[in-house]
């Protein structure tokens, strides 16, 4: 089973944090939200030891991919501002849905639409995982 890291990092510059932990936890796939550092400067961290990380790009804004396999493992299939849905095939493994969501503030947003924007995020998993 692939090892994944999601983390928040609020826009900080945590990139070494980043990649000592996909490092010490031998991480397979990597799933950043407000990601502000440079696809390149998380790469170059990444890969410092030996290279293994890919970006792995989609439309959507909110998340931020780096897989340790060939970005063309891992798909997108529905994507949003805030949402990524993406298929991931490795070889000789089952096949993986992988949803990612970097949700609003509920500091900005009133619980009723917290609400919707969850039962938004379930239907749009559920369309993905009918049509596999």
């Given at each position: ?6 983390w928040?990092?609020?826009?900080k ?7 000592q932990?996909a ?25 410092a ?12 804004d909110?998340?931020?991919f ?10 997108p299939?529905?994507?949003?501002a ?8 490795l ?15 509920r ?10 924007e ?15």
């Amino acid at each position: 089973m692939p090892r994944f890291l999601f983390w928040n990092v609020e826009g900080k510059e945590l990139h070494h944090l980043v990649a000592q932990l996909a490092e010490e936890h031998a991480v397979d796939l990597i799933v950043l939200s407000e990601c502000k550092t440079p696809v390149t400067t998380m790469l170059m961290q990444l890969n410092a030891a030996h290279v293994r990380y890919e970006f792995c790009p989609g439309l959507c804004d909110g998340v931020t991919f780096f897989g340790a396999f060939q970005a063309s493992f891992l798909t997108p299939v529905s994507e949003s501002a805030r949402v990524s849905i993406r298929r991931l095939r490795l070889p000789a493994r089952n096949e993986i849905l992988v949803a990612a969501a970097h949700l609003p503030s509920r500091l900005h947003f009133s619980s009723d639409s917290m609400v919707f924007e969850c039962a938004n995020l379930a239907k749009m998993i559920k369309d993905q995982e009918e049509e596999s």
